[in-house]
């Protein structure tokens, strides 16, 4: 199958690799036309090192690269996803599927990234999301992620596509779920790098992720969400690889901010796009609107964009109000 794939950073060259040893002819396109040669010429991409393109994957900088294409990945960062959709939308064919594996919300607008997709592309739209680090998916690490429509046939198309030996798909109805469990765990990795930064333990992260999970599943399920999804891979299975791991850009800022680094020079220093940065606003936005409480949330908005020392933003979390860790249980 002729595919394409927007967006040339880590996620993006992963998934062009990925398809490209499923046997799919890939094309991956940057926005730099300079950037896109030197990654062609060279077969590796600056941001995933020591990873060799393979022959047969071309790199362009061309918007028409996306003509004759039956499946389109949008893997810009969530900043650029509408003007990218735009940049290639009039040369996508009339029955060409996309597929959104960029994480985040817009904000203003607060539209999941396929919802962006769709809107700029006339085109139906598939979400793929889980725990996945760029770096072990073209390792061939054994992954496991979900491919989220309401149209059973179109997600399992998208399955059929991606699926290998070590790279597991699963399918879910639940486009909500799986984009806002992508989404907002970007926000709980930022806060479970600052909390090692600031010096705290286990015990810490373990109560972090638990009631991080928490806000996740109760603005999502305000938003039409299924509760399941969020005890699956776009769930708690995301925010255990986020949180955790080494190659997480929103933990290695959150070190930065709990060692007292400004803001803006943490984000500089990650590597790369941090989309928990631009998550923090946006879903601190939403859940006003929403009238859903999000006191995690809350202070890394604090933190990220008011100032507040991540030492203090801590302090106020822990001496909030006692309560009943499930709101219903003695209802």
Known sequence: MKTAVIGSGGWGTALAIALHRNGHHVVLWSHNSEKAQQVDSSRENPMLPGIRLPEGLRVTGEDRCVEGCSLVVIASPSVHIRSVCRRVAPWLDEDALMVSVTKGIEPDT???????????????????????????????????????????????KVQDAFMSETFRIYTSPDVIGAELGGALKNVIALCAGTIDGLGYGDNTLAMLMTRGLTEIARLGISLGAKRDTFAGLAGIGDLIVTCTSQ?????????????????????????????????????????????????????????LYQGVSACDAVTQLLHRQKRPEQDSVWQ
């Open 247 to 303: 190659h997480s850009r929103n933990r290695r800022a959150g070190v930065m901010l709990g060692q007292g680094i400004p803001p803006q020079q943490a984000l500089n220093a990650a590597g790369g796009a941090v989309e928990g940065y631009y998550a923090a606003g946006s879903v601190y936005a939403l859940a006003k609107k929403m009238g859903v409480e999000m006191p995690i949330v809350e202070a890394a908005y604090q933190v």
């Open 110 to 156: 607060f539209m999941r990234m396929s919802q962006i997709v769709e809107e700029e592309t006339h085109r139906s739209v598939v979400a793929l999301t889980g725990p996945s680090h760029a770096e072990e998916v073209a390792r061939q690490i054994p992954t496991g992620c979900l491919a989220a429509c309401g149209d059973k046939a179109l997600a399992e």
